[in-house]
DNA sequence: TAAAAAACTGACCGTTCAGTCTAATGGTAT
DNA sequence: ATACCATTAGACTGAACGGTCAGTTTTTTA
């Protein structure tokens, strides 16, 4: 009764496959054809897989982030103090920049044919990473390594600066990046304000 | 001499009431019959102002931004400190919030069929806010009213604190995002990292 | 007021797209 | 060997796309 071939791995081999070229051009943009191609399978054996390219985009979205908070998993358990883990999650975001779904996702959940419940699914998905950073973050003030704030607050403006530093790849080289990710996490921790008075 | 209608407004007419559009479908998604119907015009007078899609759209970025920086400039002669200026900064990004066109364009750059005059004009554009975050961190530092530290860093990060939060618009509530933009320029200000030792 | 110029229209064109259909392939069980 | 069926290939379809153009209407010119 074994298949020949290992239906569910297929599926997730189209998907990996297909992510680079979501990632770059868009959901829109990026056409079946170019997906056959890279994939070296026909249409045919495509939508065999996959009912729609809303499907089969879904199901990659699914899968990336799925796989993004498992490696982190693995990650986190090197890190000890919640300092540690910050910096070790914005190192987690540069290891992901290179194919930033993030705009495809926005695209497609801004184009008018969305059904609700597809709509809820997504926004539970991306989600993920901010539940990721929030735990973090009560972590840190439970250690008293964090001042005492509003968890969400610092929860959304973590992960907006991970997010908005990603948009610098076209800019900056990868070590730089790094770098600034480091940087934007230390900015954070110590602040900028000069406690002296001026003069 | 003078003509019926001024063409060069026409042309910002049209621009400004396709940018909702582009905001909110991207590039790709917006199709020119869409924006004849928003526009009450033909597709042949549409084409008489504008020879392609693509250059209606560059039209409309660069409209937007310098609407945004003019805009800007004229916010920020109220304010005194360079700190009233990060916060009168982060209100602009908010003001500017409801169609964000920065998913579009990268999107649009990230289309393959793009001239390099092109990408540089429009890295050009998006370095726009780049600069006017940079010119109040530097004033900040001369004021002491900042630590000493390297501003483009400084720039960078606040630049993508400000671009990642407004990812939050499908999120919260309008006044609730407001608070964050404040609330993520207090936290670059005065940092969360605790400074007492723990126990 | 007649002629020229500007502004506009919408049918039309070639192309591309997501998705369908049917024939071919090849592994497996009997 | 044969029958079966999961899988694949790729030609095909209809709709939608960006863009063109011959021709009409409106405004300016002189």
């Keep these: 009764m074994k298949r020949r071939k290992d239906v569910a ?5 189209i998907a990996w ?5 979501f990632a770059q051009k868009g959901y829109a943009a990026t056409s079946m054809e170019e997906i056959c191609t890279v994939n070296n399978r026909s249409k045919g054996s495509i939508y065999y897989h996959f009912k729609s390219k809303e499907e089969l985009f879904m199901y990659l979205i699914k899968l990336s982030y799925e796989e993004w908070i498992a490696s982190w998993h ?5 890190y ?3 300092i540690e883990k910050l910096y070790g999650l914005a ?3 540069v290891d992901d920049m290179e194919n930033p779904l993030h705009n495809a996702i926005n695209e497609f959940v801004s184009g008018q044919s969305i059904s609700a419940e597809m709509m809820e699914e ?8 901010y539940t990721t950073c929030k735990n973090i973050i009560i972590q840190g003030m439970e250690q008293r390594e ?15 600066l991970l997010n908005g530093l990603s948009t610098l790849y076209y800019e ?7 770098r600034l990710y480091r940087a934007g996490i230390a900015t954070i921790l110590s602040g900028i304000q000069n406690t002296y008075e001026k003069n």
């Design 17 to 21: 496959n297909t992510k680079e070229l």
């Design 146 to 160: 964090l001042k005492k704030q509003n968890p969400d607050d610092l929860m959304y403006i973590i992960n907006s």
């Design 74 to 78: 693995a990650k986190e358990e090197q």
């Design 9 to 13: 791995q297929i599926k997730k081999d």
């Design 122 to 129: 997504m926004l539970a998905i991306i989600r993920i990473p």
């Design 172 to 178: 900056l080289e990868f070590t730089e990046i790094r």
């Design 91 to 93: 190192d987690h975001y």
């Design 80 to 82: 000890t103090t919640s």
